[in-house]
């Protein structure tokens, strides 16, 4: 049984203040939650501010995600992050291929991977991003282009290691715009995703967490995370605000 995983991408958003204000109040209101993991993803500069809240004991159930990282453990790479600094600060996760990175940081496929790569080789877990924009969706090409986006990491990491990730669909025309993709679209392309997984490795198939993100609020997340292959959310906006963000971790567990 596939544990329910909500993340929130807080993207470039917060001062300290908000971050100790969100992570607190996320915190209190979900402590006795029993089912959901629950993780919060601050910019890198905030990311030892975030770990120090969350070691704290009552916060000690949040777990931390980085929403990027350099490929390189170390070396001349001005203003990068690597995986072993972000691992000595205790993150779990690392968000790779989100597609605002693909398209303003032109971030390839192939980068991607690498960055996928980087994230287990340091112990953590990738969260690996796909999704199709909407001319993409509308010329029907959305699956395809899932396909190509999970495949350059299975060709570059091999399929087992799929066994330490988790997928997140995430429609380019859902994110920051208020439109969600219907259950029914998600749970379609969450279903092509697993069933070719599945033809390489059932096991992992059956194991692996996808998440669906794209405007999730606590408004739709219950529809959402009830469709058979939705293993909870990638959560934008709405995870910067604790209520909102504390209602929809309540819709996964
Ligand atoms: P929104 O929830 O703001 O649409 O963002 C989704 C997203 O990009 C999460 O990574």
Same mark, same amino acid.
């Given at each position: 049984?596939? %544990?329910?995983?909500?993340?929130?991408?807080?993207?470039?958003?917060?001062?300290?203040?908000?971050?100790?204000?969100?992570?607190?109040?996320?915190?209190?209101?979900?402590?006795? *939650?029993?089912?959901?993991?629950?993780? #919060?993803?601050?910019?890198?500069?905030?990311?030892?501010?975030?770990?120090?809240?969350?070691?704290?004991?009552?916060?000690?159930?949040?777990?931390?995600?980085? %929403?990027?990282?350099?490929?390189?453990? @170390?070396?001349?790479?001005?203003?990068?992050?690597?995986?072993?600094?972000?691992?000595? +600060?205790? #993150?779990?996760?690392?968000?790779?291929?989100?597609?605002?990175?693909?398209?303003?940081?032109?971030?390839?496929?192939?980068? #991607?991977?690498?960055?996928?790569?980087?994230?287990?080789?340091?112990?953590?877990?990738?969260? *690996?991003? #796909?999704?199709?924009?909407?001319?993409?969706?509308?010329?029907?090409?959305?699956?395809?282009?899932?396909?190509?986006?999970?495949?350059?990491?299975? %060709?570059?990491?091999?399929? @087992?290691? *799929?066994? +330490?990730?988790?997928?997140?669909?995430?429609?380019?025309? =859902?994110?920051?715009?208020?439109?969600?993709?219907?259950?029914?679209?998600? %749970?379609?392309?969450?279903?092509?995703?697993?069933?070719?997984?599945?033809?390489?490795? =059932?096991?992992?198939?059956?194991?692996?967490?996808?998440? +669906?993100?794209?405007?999730?609020? =606590?408004?739709? =997340?219950?529809?959402?995370?009830?469709?058979?292959?939705?293993?909870?959310?990638?959560?934008?906006?709405?995870?910067?605000?604790?209520?909102?963000?504390?209602?929809?971790?309540?819709?996964?567990?």
């Amino acid at each position: 049984m596939r %544990q329910k995983l909500v993340v929130g991408n807080w993207k470039m958003h917060g001062s300290r203040t908000q971050v100790r204000q969100l992570i607190e109040s996320v915190a209190a209101s979900t402590a006795d *939650l029993k089912k959901v993991e629950i993780a #919060v993803g601050p910019t890198l500069l905030h990311i030892g501010f975030a770990a120090e809240l969350c070691t704290s004991e009552d916060a000690s159930h949040l777990k931390l995600a980085a %929403q990027n990282l350099f490929t390189e453990p @170390e070396g001349a790479f001005t203003g990068e992050v690597s995986a072993p600094m972000l691992a000595e +600060y205790g #993150v779990n996760y690392v968000i790779v291929g989100h597609s605002e990175r693909r398209e303003f940081f032109a971030e390839t496929d192939q980068v #991607v991977a690498a960055k996928f790569k980087a994230t287990q080789a340091s112990g953590m877990i990738p969260i *690996l991003c #796909v999704g199709e924009s909407l001319s993409q969706r509308e010329a029907g090409t959305s699956a395809e282009v899932v396909l190509t986006q999970l495949n350059a990491v299975i %060709q570059s990491a091999g399929i @087992e290691a *799929l066994q +330490y990730a988790v997928l997140a669909y995430e429609p380019l025309w =859902a994110i920051g715009t208020g439109k969600t993709a219907s259950k029914e679209q998600a %749970q379609e392309i969450h279903h092509v995703l697993r069933e070719h997984i599945a033809k390489s490795n =059932a096991t992992i198939a059956e194991d692996i967490r996808i998440l +669906y993100g794209g405007s999730v609020k =606590a408004a739709n =997340a219950a529809e959402l995370f009830s469709q058979a292959d939705i293993d909870g959310g990638l959560v934008g906006g709405a995870s910067l605000k604790a209520e909102e963000f504390v209602s929809i971790c309540k819709s996964a567990d």
